[in-house]
């Protein structure tokens, strides 16, 4: 009966422990767990604990050193003061044995003998006090250095502290994270000694990230405007677009996607200021207005918008970097940028001292437009077509009109050209004294590339708009591919598409 009752108590007993080591053995995977997570996140803290227990032993190392100096300290000035009582006593007794000779003639061999051997002691004593106070002396310098590193461990510590930042520059701007500096207040690099910030150079430690990788990083648009960033194009990595903040008008813009990488490449159009006088109190004063370069624009009922593309290493957009009625221009002319204000700049300037209105002047234009990008192979650069009409007064022929026509460039003022003038100069103008020009162009539209050609339509006085493709390579020039409706109204070929096989497009 007895041996079954034991047998139950150790069952039940069995059965209790498997439940708790069950138990245990979950808690210890959640607290495992749970501690790999604080070891991510703590790391680089340990890592600034691990130096200051570093400092906090090599104190208590120091100070064990300092308490063993004392105690040597203690043993050698008892050992001092032992040999300078025995030393004192044997003088004595010389004195005594002296005294002893001069009484005894008998004995003054013996007693010479004596005090000789004395003698001898004697000296050996003094050279053994003289080395245990060169020891003395050395001892109380190492506790002297002793305590001045202990003073200067514990500065260390004492000046070891923290700073709390948030990070914005890196971090979305709606979703910042906070960095922990950890280093000593010191004045090193920039930073400004004790003024209770760690920064700069005077952090030995940066502990935290961003929260996360989403979220706004640009927040300067134009509340009057109230219209977000416009024409966004991609380049090596970074975005570029135009903009209206409120203070430079519609500007090219950059972003890495940080904040701190979201900035103006270049104000096109800066600041004008002219004088003016308030009507109220006839004061005068400077009148500043800061006009944007890079927007959509309507002249004389053509509506022109803003373009742009990018390449490996450059963009080409239309931009315009002054009014009309400044020395007769104000177009939208093509503009290239690197991604820097330096590298940013107008590649030609199409229009200038031209009269739109003048005798005879039949324009309907309003600037750069169709901008398409050939891209640079190998070590050929890239490059960008577009339509344009070139009209420059006041050099002779060279600057008369040739009408809107297809242009390539590389993004330089020697690497612009006219590559196909279709429709040829006929006009004249000034009451017939002056020739020749031609205010349309063919004005080519729906520009592909494709294959190293340009596929687009064009209109001219014979086809009307028909079909066109110019080849870029050697050999390559002008073709008219079909003339779909013979006559002169052309058979206005639109939506032009690259296929697998050639080009597909919509034609009457």
Wanted: hydrophobic letters at 35%; a negative charge; proline letters at 2%.
């Amino acid at each position: 009966m007895k041996l079954r009752s034991a047998v139950i108590v150790l069952l039940f007993f069995s059965s209790v422990l498997s439940g708790c080591v069950s138990n245990d053995s979950e808690n210890d995977e959640r607290i495992e767990a749970l501690e790999l997570e604080l070891s991510d996140s703590t790391a680089n803290y340990d890592d600034a604990m691990e130096q200051i227990l570093t400092l906090q032993n090599a104190i208590e190392q120091a100070n064990a050193a300092l308490a063993a100096s004392d105690v040597v300290i203690n043993e050698l000035s008892i050992n001092i003061s032992e040999l300078e009582i025995i030393r004192d006593n044997l003088v004595a007794q010389r004195q005594d044995l002296a005294d002893q000779l001069n009484v005894s003639r008998d004995n003054n061999s013996a007693l010479e003998e004596e005090i000789s051997a004395l003698d001898l002691s004697i000296l050996d004593l003094n050279d053994q006090i003289l080395e245990l106070d060169n020891d003395l002396q050395e001892s109380l310098a190492e506790s002297t250095s002793l305590e001045e590193t202990i003073a200067a461990l514990n500065g260390v510590i004492n000046s070891l502290t923290y700073t709390n930042v948030y990070v914005v520059e890196d971090c979305p701007l709606d979703n910042p994270g906070i960095i922990i500096n950890v280093g000593y207040d010191d004045g090193e690099g920039i930073g400004i000694a004790g003024d209770g910030m760690i920064s700069d150079d005077e952090a030995e430690y940066r502990i935290g990230e961003c929260p996360g990788d989403f979220g706004m990083v640009y927040n300067e648009t134009d509340t009057e405007q109230n219209w977000a960033q416009q024409r966004i194009v991609e380049m090596q990595g970074s975005l570029y677009f135009t903009v209206h903040d409120g203070i430079h008008g519609w500007e090219l813009w950059r972003t890495d996607g940080t904040v701190d990488g979201s900035y103006l490449v270049k104000d096109i159009r800066q600041e004008n200021c002219e004088p003016a006088v308030d009507p109220d109190t006839g004061e005068q004063y400077m009148e500043c207005e800061n006009w944007s370069s890079i927007y959509d624009d309507s002249w004389d009922g053509v509506f022109n918008d803003v373009e742009f593309v990018a390449g490996s290493d450059k963009i080409f957009f239309t931009a315009m970097h002054k009014m009309y009625g400044e020395n007769l221009g104000g177009f939208a002319n093509l503009w290239v940028s690197d991604g820097t204000e330096e590298g940013t700049y107008m590649v030609m300037d199409m229009w200038s001292a031209w009269d739109y209105n003048c005798d005879g002047c039949e324009f309907d234009y309003n600037g750069v437009t169709e901008l398409v990008l050939v891209p640079g192979v190998g070590s050929a650069p890239d490059r960008v077509v577009f339509t344009a009409i070139r009209a420059i007064g006041g050099v002779g022929e060279e600057g008369y009109p040739q009408g809107e026509e297809l242009w390539i460039s590389d993004g330089t003022a020697a690497g612009t050209r006219m590559i196909a003038n279709i429709e040829p100069e006929t006009s004249s103008w000034s009451n017939g004294t002056q020739c020749c020009a031609d205010w349309d162009g063919s004005v080519p539209r729906d520009i592909v590339f494709k294959g190293n050609q340009l596929w687009f339509t064009a209109e001219t006085e014979n086809y009307g708009r028909e079909f066109y493709r110019f080849g870029l390579g050697l050999g390559g020039g002008l073709f008219l591919i079909k003339d779909i409706n013979p006559g002169t109204d052309g058979s206005n070929p639109m939506y032009l598409t690259a296929g697998s096989g050639g080009m597909y497009l919509v034609a009457n």
